[in-house]
């Protein structure tokens, strides 16, 4: 009889260490195998092999004919446990599916013609490609219309000529669509497609044929991606590196960029993370390790590029919207133009900017926090203004503190009372609307062939709408409020209304056809709206920088954002107050802020609040997950601090 250390796949698996079973033949590590986990039968991987328990261990119930986990697979999934904290069972999640299917759909035919006729490659093009070596993390800044995706191509072709396999991460599932058919001109049916709205069967059957591949495929998909079965990979790219989709919202909490960084490192390739407008963090740690940062400036396309012109209307002047609220007699008439020239107008606007927020109409003054320089948020049942970080509160001024007018409002605007605008405006337009209220059928990678073949007249959407879409017959952008991500309570509301705007603007000015982007803001005397104008990068990073060291916000500090939930709202503050006092005797290098409410502070009739640790020893961290009290939640490494 042996006896082997089996990691158990499966969130019904609450424990952190590998469970001993029984088998009748000896097993070499990586092995898949079926166990019983109490009434169930799950997967596992074999660990390694030990001596006899002194318990009597169960045996293993089946080893399925099937290829074992790579050694490299095992590295990435022992890293996992130990660098995002979480039982055993949440990271096996990840690298294996629920039960294997019984056949797989192996990628065909075999080889691959890479002597496909493309585009010739631009100056800049050539220059990224020389500057991307065999290893590390490479920092690909290139503006949008540049033809990063060019690029992506010819590594995949270095990777595929080693007879290596490639990954290509998208933020969006419904960026899927544009990229696999700019890769399947080229590879074919090797380019396999991985996302959640495939079946749970499908994605399974995908996930047994990697395990058998033995030839080089290229892989497409969003994070979750990064953890197909491949034994040999060869370069791995994050497109659009900035979006925040590539965090993952719960255990274990994992960050793509991150976790693809070690994966290269595993298979000893290059990591590329492609963006107009870089994380401001991974900017910082590239300088900082001496990693290439690849600037890209030359529009891919000539055609027509110099004639695309942006526009800012002043949201303050009331004469200028003489016939709707939100909408511009001058993008009335921009979008009734374009439409009739039989081009396409997109009309932006950030649904995240739907929280109210407290601002000054007449000059642009916005309420903000003295301690951490964010957003203040307004409470209507107390009529207080509040900070979600550190729990500065104050009462609402009856007039403007900067030019003394009685105009504080309290604003939002969504995209379906935009499309009702427009179809009243223009009856005969095909109006679409794209965010995350969608139906499925509705959504954009269902409409790309629409969208991309202008049978659409006016696309209205939030930020799915700015993630990387290529349009050719897209003439005008209209940007309803430009102001909204900056009302968010949070350090990170200026990088993200920058990334925003830049990459919605960015629609447009690729080298297609003549066109305009009209963008309509509170705050046109902007530093931070001149920078996106001007495409500024240094100047914007600058400013952030200095205002993250100021506040020690990353990357000056590692965060973990805690989280507890009770029936009332006295409970959880006392909870909350209680666990701080505690965490600031505790000697631990740590500095905590708040409690505060959280920034949404009833939930499903619980009531949320935060505390805020910050360090420069992410160890510090990990310490505090793994004795965290019962019912608190946690965040490592999160994005913001809504």
Not at 77 to 104: D, E, R, T, V
Not at 241 to 262: I, L, N
Not at 558 to 578: D, G, H, I
Request: aromatic residues 8%; hydrophobic residues 40%.
């Amino acid at each position: 009889m042996h006896y082997i250390e089996v990691m158990v796949g499966g969130a019904s698996y609450h424990g952190d260490e590998a469970l001993t079973y029984a088998s009748d033949a000896a097993l070499a590590k990586g092995t898949i195998v079926i166990v019983p986990l109490r009434n169930a039968k799950n997967l596992g991987v074999v660990m390694a092999t030990v001596p006899a328990p002194s318990f009597k261990a169960k045996n293993i119930l089946d080893i399925p004919d099937v290829p074992a986990l790579s050694e490299r697979t095992l590295e990435l999934m022992l890293w996992m446990k130990a660098y995002y904290p979480s039982s055993a069972g949440i990271i096996m999640q990840q690298f294996l599916p629920k039960q294997l299917p019984k056949k797989a759909v192996l990628p065909a035919p075999p080889a691959i013609d890479l002597d496909v006729e493309l585009p010739p490659l631009t100056h800049d093009q050539e220059n990224a490609l020389d500057s991307i070596g065999d290893q590390g993390m490479h920092l690909l800044h290139g503006e949008t219309g540049t033809g990063k995706t060019r690029v992506y191509i010819e590594l995949t072709r270095r990777a595929i000529a080693e007879d290596k396999s490639a990954i290509i991460l998208t933020p969006e599932i419904g960026l899927t669509s544009q990229l696999a058919h700019d890769f399947q001109t080229i590879y074919g049916d090797r380019v396999i497609v991985i996302h959640s709205q495939l079946t749970e069967v499908t994605r399974q059957r995908i996930w047994l044929s990697l395990l058998k591949q033995e030839g080089p495929v290229v892989i497409i998909g969003p994070r979750s991606a990064l953890f197909s079965p491949l034994s040999n990979v060869g370069v791995v790219v994050i497109d659009e590196s900035h979006e925040t989709a590539y965090k993952q919202d719960q255990a274990p909490y994992y960050h793509a960029t991150r976790v693809g960084s070690k994966l290269a490192q595993i298979h000893g390739c290059p990591i590329v993370l492609g963006s107009a407008t870089p994380l401001v963090v991974d900017y910082f740690m590239a300088k900082m390790r001496q990693r290439p940062i690849v600037r890209m400036l030359e529009t891919a396309s000539t055609k027509d590029a110099t004639k695309s012109t942006v526009s800012v209307i002043d949201l303050r002047d009331r004469s200028k919207f003489t016939k709707k609220s939100y909408l511009s007699d001058e993008l009335i008439a921009a979008v009734a133009e374009t439409v009739g020239r039989g081009e396409q107008a997109l009309l932006f606007l950030n649904r995240r900017g739907t929280a109210r927020v407290v601002f000054c109409e007449q000059c642009g003054w916005q309420a903000l926090c003295p301690h951490c320089d964010i957003p203040l948020v307004y409470h209507g049942d107390t009529h207080i203004m509040r900070c979600h970080t550190c729990d500065f509160h104050a009462p609402v001024p009856i007039s403007c503190p900067e030019c003394k007018h009685p105009s504080v409002v309290f604003k939002n605007v969504g995209t379906k009372a935009i499309v009702e605008e427009v179809n009243k405006l223009f009856p005969e337009a095909r109006v679409q609307r794209f965010d995350t209220d969608n139906k499925k059928e509705e959504r954009v990678e269902q409409h790309y062939h629409a969208l991309r073949n202008g049978d659409i007249d006016i696309i209205i959407g939030t930020q799915t709408l700015a993630k990387g879409l290529d349009l050719p017959k897209l003439g005008l952008v209209g940007v309803i409020i430009a102001d909204t991500s900056l009302y968010f309570p949070d350090f990170s509301a200026q990088e993200r209304t920058y990334q925003l705007l830049s990459q919605v603007l960015g629609r447009v000015g690729r080298g297609h056809r003549a066109s305009k982007a009209i963008l309509q803001t509170y705050s046109p005397e902007s530093p931070l709206l001149a920078a996106i104008l001007t495409k500024d990068w240094d100047t914007f990073y600058e400013s952030e920088i200095n205002e993250r060291k100021t506040f020690l916000f990353p990357p000056y500090c590692y965060l973990l954002k805690l989280t507890c939930k009770r029936a009332s709202q006295a409970s959880t503050e006392r909870t909350a107050e209680a666990y701080a006092k505690q965490l600031r005797s505790s000697g631990m290098r740590i500095l905590i802020e708040g409690p505060a409410p959280a920034f949404h502070e009833k939930v499903q009739n619980k009531y949320q609040w935060q505390l805020i640790v910050k360090t420069k020893d992410r160890g510090e961290l990990i310490k505090i997950i793994q004795h965290l009290p019962s019912g608190w939640s946690y965040d490592i490494d999160p994005m913001n601090l809504l």
